[in-house]
């Protein structure tokens, strides 16, 4: 009776420390930064990172491109370009996701998006598939819904 409460309680132990490894960055921790790193630790190189006009869409405060590619950026065919958008509050970039998903209705990869912290990420349509498959894993892997 004691080793089978002994099992349950560690049980119930490995589901609490397994639950803290993938907590969400709340809205003020995440930086763009990490979704460079996470990008690129699923192997896509950042070939170029262009500012985008943020006045167009409502509460955003910065918006960049990152061209992507496989494996580097001299001369791959493999290639793909990702938005990433900071918005000044949870109520502005959870309405930007409901306005893009209902004008554009995405499916899979292509032209999901994502939030991570105060941002939303999205891979634009004619990416390659591999990068569209990296990008979802970098994604997961950061903790993004």
């Given at each position: 009776?004691?080793?089978?409460?002994?099992?349950?309680?560690?049980?119930?132990?490995?589901?609490?420390?397994?639950?803290?490894?993938?907590?969400?960055a709340?809205?003020?921790?995440g930086?763009?930064?990490?979704?460079?790193?996470?990008?690129?630790?699923?192997?896509?190189?950042?070939?170029?990172?262009?500012?985008?006009?943020?006045?167009?869409?409502?509460?955003?405060?910065?918006r960049?491109?990152?061209?992507?590619?496989?494996?580097?950026?001299?001369?791959?065919?493999?290639?793909?370009?990702?938005?990433?958008?900071?918005?000044?509050?949870?109520?502005?970039?959870?309405?930007?996701?409901?306005?893009?998903?209902t004008?554009?209705?995405?499916?899979?990869?292509?032209?999901?998006?994502?939030?991570?912290?105060?941002?939303?990420?999205?891979?634009?349509?004619?990416?390659?598939p591999?990068?569209?498959?990296?990008?979802?894993?970098?994604?997961?892997?950061?903790?993004?819904?």
């Amino acid at each position: 009776m004691r080793l089978r409460y002994s099992c349950i309680g560690f049980g119930l132990l490995l589901l609490v420390v397994a639950g803290c490894g993938s907590e969400r960055a709340t809205f003020e921790d995440g930086s763009l930064d990490d979704i460079t790193l996470a990008l690129q630790a699923q192997g896509l190189a950042i070939c170029k990172t262009v500012e985008r006009d943020s006045d167009k869409v409502p509460g955003a405060v910065s918006r960049q491109r990152l061209d992507v590619a496989l494996p580097s950026c001299a001369g791959s065919d493999k290639e793909g370009a990702v938005t990433v958008t900071a918005y000044d509050s949870e109520e502005a970039r959870d309405r930007a996701v409901t306005d893009f998903e209902t004008a554009t209705r995405p499916t899979a990869a292509h032209g999901a998006v994502w939030t991570y912290a105060q941002f939303t990420i999205h891979i634009s349509r004619g990416s390659d598939p591999e990068i569209e498959d990296r990008f979802t894993a970098a994604m997961e892997e950061l903790g993004a819904k």
